[in-house]
């Protein structure tokens, strides 16, 4: 499973947009690459999900350049309600496979 | 969307006494489930993958005899905490992903506040 490396914290305001960028140096092929976003003592909730170039959702963006070897997740225009743990995974594209988590980016969002 | 849900949101229990929790798959068949948990401040810990029919898989470091795990249909894992003990206070959370396609989302329950007392 590749590992994931992400900042361990950032801070924003409230209208700014956030780009969060996550390295995986080591994923493989058929690996994908979903963002997750939790709250306090819930679980974690999907974000966005892509294998390469560009995704685009209600809520969230997703880059990822050719190699793949990272990937940046944007949030425009972040409120305070955005103010959440985002993690970054690296899964393969079959359900029996574990999902592993790395530490995460808690980012805060000042009004 | 996919929904996965966890029972009970919260519970309190004695030391030496065991603790059930249930993640139900709603709307869609899982053969694999995955148990984690989560200490405070801290990330997601993979504990175990539950295999539907089969024993389960755990992660190096969880004692399976701890942590029983019985995964009885498509639908519906248990973890149970056996003899639990002020330690195993934390947040467990249950995932599953859809058996059909190639559905790579994984879907997550609302988690599971145990304490331990």
């Known amino acids: 499973l590749a590992k994931t490396t992400q900042p361990i914290s950032m801070d924003s305001y409230e209208g700014q947009e956030v780009n969060i960028t996550c390295s995986h140096n080591n994923i493989a092929t058929n690996d994908y690459i979903t963002w997750y976003q939790q709250f306090p003592s819930q679980g974690p909730r999907f974000i966005i999900q892509?294998?390469?170039t560009k995704v685009t959702n209600e809520v969230a963006s997703l880059f990822i350049p050719a190699d793949r070897k990272s990937s940046t997740l944007s949030l425009p225009r972040v409120s305070l309600s955005d103010t959440a743990v985002y993690y970054c995974?690296?899964?393969?594209?079959?359900?029996?496979?574990?999902?592993?988590f790395g530490a995460g980016t808690r980012l805060f969002v000042k009004a | 969307g996919a929904v996965v849900s966890q029972h009970p949101s919260r519970v309190i229990c004695k030391s030496g006494t065991s603790v059930k929790i249930e993640c139900r798959s709603l709307?869609?068949?899982?053969?694999?489930m995955f148990w984690y948990r989560q200490f405070p401040k801290k990330s997601l810990m993979l504990m175990a993958t539950?295999?539907?029919?089969?024993?389960?898989?755990?992660e190096q470091g969880v004692e399976k005899d701890k942590f029983l795990i019985n995964h009885a249909s498509l639908t519906l894992s248990t973890l149970t905490v056996t003899s639990a003990h002020p330690e195993d206070s934390s947040f467990y959370i249950c995932?599953?992903?859809?058996?059909?396609?190639?559905?790579?989302?994984?879907?997550f329950g609302q988690g599971t506040r145990l304490t331990v007392v």
């Open positions: 709307d869609f068949q899982a053969t694999t």
């Open positions: 995932s599953a992903r859809p058996n059909r396609g190639q559905n790579t989302e994984a879907f």
């Open positions: 995974l690296v899964v393969k594209n079959t359900g029996g496979f574990k999902t592993i």
């Open positions: 892509g294998y390469k």
């Open positions: 539950s295999n539907e029919g089969s024993k389960a898989t755990y």
